[in-house]
Every structure is written in structure tokens, then in C-alpha cells.
């Protein structure tokens, strides 16, 4: 039977009723981020599941965190995790689709990892398959969804897998948002890439910075660079 909880140095997340579990590829969103935005930024959590990514963010940044999620019992668990947290004071939760919620202001940086798999097999399993596939928010949605609700100098990132990379890219282009960043991440040095890490803004950039990160080396320990990242939210790195 899976662990119902995840426990990270500083938080725990429980997410036995939520559709999408912890995983390591959203981690490494969370971390990666964290990192980068702008101490005392407006931040949007699209689709925030169990809330991984706002309490990884507010681990390490200061500022003001809004959250919403459509699914009635990760919603649930969400404002659960949240509450336990020491970062409360500074999350609030909205249960709502976010493609017709009326937010109550435009945020500076906004994040999600999205449903993702077009036209793939489904589960059969409905809540799983509204998180995992993008019957429930597609790409060209949550491309207009953070159009209007980013402030004209803010950022946003996503993760998505690597064969919908170009794709996103230019849905993204079409409404004057433009890529800066781009993590592309391997399990093993032997692997083709699976996840793309993505950060765009409202301002083209002179160049675009390219970056890769490997999971797990040849002997099936974790990499350095993925034991940097993580090592403030994994409890044995």
C-alpha cells in the first residue's frame, strides 16, 4: 500500500486523497523555482493539487501565496497541508477552475504543473485522469488563463513533458509571452529527455539559457545537481 504522506525536512504533505501524488519531477519544479523568484512576489499555484508546489516555494521565498484547485477532496487536503504548515499565514486557497475564476488580483509570478497527456490512454480512474490528461485544462487554456491574471512584468513557469515542449512554446509566443529558461531533465545518463522545465516572461530576452539536470547517475545514486537542488526538502540528501 503507497505511503498517504510524503515528508520533507520542513513540511509534510499528506496526499492519499489527491489524484496527483508527490512525485519527483514536480519536486524538481518546486526547488528550481524557488530559487528564483523575487522576494515579496504575488505567486499563483494553478491546479495546486495537495499544495507541494506553494509550500516548496514558500519554504524559500517571502510573499504572498494564492492557490486554487477543482477537485473537491485535493482541495481539501491542500488547505490541510497548509494549515499544519508554518507558512499559513501567507497561503490562501481558492476551490474553483481556474479558467473561469475571478481572481482577486494579477500576480507577479504564477506556476503549475498541468494535466499533460494529450490523446494518451486513460486510467479509467476520472479523478486521475482530470489531473494526469488535458480533457480537464488544456494547453491552450492555461496559456490564456495566465495571460490574464500576470502582471505586465511577471513570469510563470510549468512543467511539461518533453515531446510538448514546442508545442507549448509556441502557444505561449502567440500571446506575447516568451521563453528565457529551459531546464530539459533525464532519469539517467542514458536516458532521452522526458520533462521539460519552463520559464517564460511578458519581455523577450536577448538569449535563451539552456540547462539539464540528470535524476540518477549510472550506478543509481542521485547526481550532484540533482542532490544541490533538493537537498533543502529531502530528508536522506
Known sequence: ???????????????????MKVCTDACILGAWFAEKIPQGSKVLDI???????????????????????????????MTENIERSKWKDTIHAFMGDATTYAFPQLYDFIICNPPFYENDLKSGNEKKDLAKHDTGLTLEALVEVIDQNLTAYGSFGVLLPFHRTAQFEQLALNKGLYLSEKLLVRQ???HDYFRSILHFTRHK??????????????DGSYSNAFTTLLKDYYLYL
Do not use: R, W
Open 1 to 19: 500500500m503507497p505511503n498517504p504522506y510524503f515528508q520533507f525536512k520542513q513540511f509534510t504533505i499528506q496526499h492519499d486523497q489527491c489524484a
Open 47 to 77: 491546479g495546486a493539487g495537495s499544495g507541494l508546489l506553494t509550500l516548496m516555494l514558500a519554504q524559500k521565498v517571502k510573499a504572498q501565496f494564492d492557490t486554487i484547485e477543482k477537485d473537491a477532496q485535493s482541495f481539501k487536503q
Open 188 to 190: 539517467t545518463p542514458q
Open 205 to 218: 530576452t536577448d538569449s535563451l539559457h539552456d540547462y539539464e539536470l540528470i535524476i540518477k547517475q549510472k
